[in-house]
């Protein structure tokens, strides 16, 4: 596929949508967006399989008050799930650069230009931010260590600070060229979100190590300027949800090493669970002997999270190893062919 077909120097900015329980979110997230410092080219809402959210969608910027046609609203034209519905903005996409926002999180003015300053490097074929999680409470809860923030989808400790090379972005505060899907193809379903109540993930990870290996000159950045602030419901400051999230990681991490191999799969986790989590476990101790609030709850949650990720990574693997489960990772369709599926 031609990579310059029907595209142009702007940025397509993808948010996926599934439920109307987000709609004041949905709003945020595409006014957000409407307000870069650095404009839009566009901004595609994929609806995942919820004609009446796609319904509503379509007459709030279609046909009504926020009429416009700088968005434009699309059916998921594939499975039920996250993968599903990034590829198909990626078909639809008409900038030369695709960028992804979550659809309860509000992007910084000047998120995009961060992330146009970066591909100025022809080399660049991915940039990701810096997300802040937005607490439901108002404040962190003491037990929650900064270095599993991945639970609820934002930063953690332990990654590079400013702009720094990196093996992986994070799905939800994301950017590519839109020549990166043409050499690596899309998001692989099976491995992410799918409407299961397990709350899966990495496929932004299978993703970014595919690419590496089908373009090994490429280079994939963060950049911490890139800011957006992601809202994490009361649900998910848990302890509950905590366990849940790092044993479904595990699933997950075994299906990358299945789709990537093994050390690549893993490059990243090694150090991270031999020098970051550590040193997470004694400052948490730490902080408990200075009689600092949540010092020993946090040194505890790294221990268990530890624990549940590799008992999840284990039995995905077996899993794996006995054909139970299974993902696929095609090409992304060529723009040419991509359904219109707004209004």
């Given at each position: ?5 029907g595209?142009d ?6 948010i996926?949508?599934?439920?109307e329980d ?11 967006v ?12 994929v609806v995942?399989?919820?004609e009446?959210l796609?319904?509503r ?10 009429r ?6 699309l059916?998921n034209?594939?499975?039920?799930g996250?993968?599903?519905?990034r ?11 695709v960028?992804?926002l979550d659809?309860d999180?509000?992007a910084?003015r000047?998120?995009l ?5 970066a ?8 940039v990701g ?7 439901a ?13 991945w639970?609820?989808?934002?930063t953690?400790?332990g990654l ?5 090379r990196v093996?992986n972005?994070?799905g939800g505060n994301?950017s590519f060229?839109?020549?990166a ?8 379903t099976?491995?992410?979100r799918?409407?299961d109540?397990r ?8 993703l970014?190590?595919r690419?590496?290996?089908a373009?090994p000159?490429?280079?994939?950045l963060?950049d ?7 809202k994490?419901?009361?649900a998910?400051?848990?302890f ?6 790092t044993?479904?990681?595990g699933?997950?991490?075994?299906l990358?090493?299945?789709?990537v191999?093994?050390?690549a799969g ?6 991270y ?15 408990a ?7 020993a709850?946090?040194?505890g949650?790294?221990?268990t999270?530890?624990t549940t990720?590799a008992?999840?990574?284990?039995r995905g693997?077996?899993r794996a ?5 299974t993902f696929?990772?095609?090409p992304?369709p060529?723009?040419?062919d ?6």
């Amino acid at each position: 596929m031609s990579a310059d077909v029907g595209t142009d120097r702007g940025f397509s900015v993808v948010i996926c949508v599934y439920t109307e329980d987000r709609w004041e979110d949905i709003l945020a997230a595409v006014g957000s967006v409407r307000d870069q410092s650095r404009p839009a080219r566009e901004i595609l809402l994929v609806v995942d399989h919820n004609e009446r959210l796609r319904a509503r969608l379509t007459a709030r910027f279609t046909d009504g008050a926020d009429r416009t046609e700088e968005v434009r609203v699309l059916a998921n034209a594939g499975p039920r799930g996250l993968s599903s519905g990034r590829n198909t903005g990626i078909a639809a996409a008409r900038g030369e650069f695709v960028a992804f926002l979550d659809d309860d999180a509000v992007a910084e003015r000047d998120w995009l230009r961060y992330f146009a300053e970066a591909y100025d490097d022809p080399r660049v074929m991915a940039v990701g931010g810096r997300t802040v999680p937005a607490w439901a409470s108002g404040r962190r809860p003491d037990w929650f260590p900064e270095e599993f923030d991945w639970v609820v989808g934002c930063t953690y400790r332990g990654l590079p600070p400013g702009r720094a090379r990196v093996r992986n972005v994070l799905g939800g505060n994301a950017s590519f060229r839109r020549t990166a899907f043409d050499a690596a193809g899309g998001f692989a379903t099976g491995i992410g979100r799918d409407g299961d109540r397990r709350p899966l993930g990495c496929e932004e990870t299978e993703l970014c190590i595919r690419l590496s290996q089908a373009l090994p000159d490429a280079v994939l950045l963060i950049d911490d300027r890139s800011v957006i602030h992601h809202k994490v419901p009361s649900a998910r400051e848990r302890f509950g949800y905590f366990r849940t999230r790092t044993y479904a990681e595990g699933l997950s991490k075994a299906l990358v090493s299945r789709s990537v191999g093994a050390s690549a799969g893993l490059e990243a986790e090694r150090r991270y669970t031999t020098r970051v989590l550590p040193a997470g476990v004694v400052r948490g101790l730490r902080d408990a002997l200075l009689g600092r609030p949540g010092g020993a709850g946090r040194a505890g949650a790294i221990v268990t999270g530890v624990t549940t990720a590799a008992v999840g990574y284990v039995r995905g693997a077996l899993r794996a190893r006995g054909g139970g489960a299974t993902f696929s990772s095609g090409p992304i369709p060529d723009r040419r062919d991509a359904p219109e599926v707004a209004a």
